[in-house]
Nanobody
Framework: QVQLVESGGGLVQAGGSLRLSCAAS????????MGWYRQAPGKQRELVAITISGGSTTYADSVKGRFTISRDNAKNTVYLQMSGLKPEDTAVYYCKFDTLKGNYWGRGTQVTVSS
């Protein structure tokens, strides 16, 4: 059974930084993409960043230049380095792995940015 576990969330002041991690456990194969999504209260879940096999990355316009996604394939882990955090970045952050056999979501980690 595949499980994704996020870590690294917390409370930070505006302008600060956080690094999120998401590690997969269990038998997971043929990962084609790893991504981060977020959902703020009363809003729909949205894509933050994604990295696909081959190394290409895509970012939401709202985080370009501030967030960096990276991956460690050997550890089945994806990271999200967040800097220059703003109060509007406050949300629950979820990781997602896309594989040839299905998609998997983590349970989420709360990120709160105070002004």
């Amino acid at each position: 059974q595949v499980q994704l576990v996020e870590s690294g969330g917390g409370l930070v002041q505006a302008g600060g930084s956080l690094r999120l991690s998401c590690a997969a456990s269990g038998s997971i194969f043929a990962i084609v993409g790893m991504g981060w999504y977020r959902q703020a209260p009363g809003k729909q879940r949205e894509l933050v960043a994604i990295t696909i096999s081959g190394g290409s990355t895509t970012y939401a316009d709202s985080v370009k230049g501030r967030f960096t996604i990276s991956r460690d394939n050997a550890k089945n882990t994806v990271y999200l380095q967040m800097s220059g955090l703003k109060p509007e970045d406050t949300a629950v952050y979820y990781c997602k792995f896309d594989t040839l056999k299905g998609n998997y979501w983590g349970r989420g980690t709360q990120v709160t940015v105070s002004s």
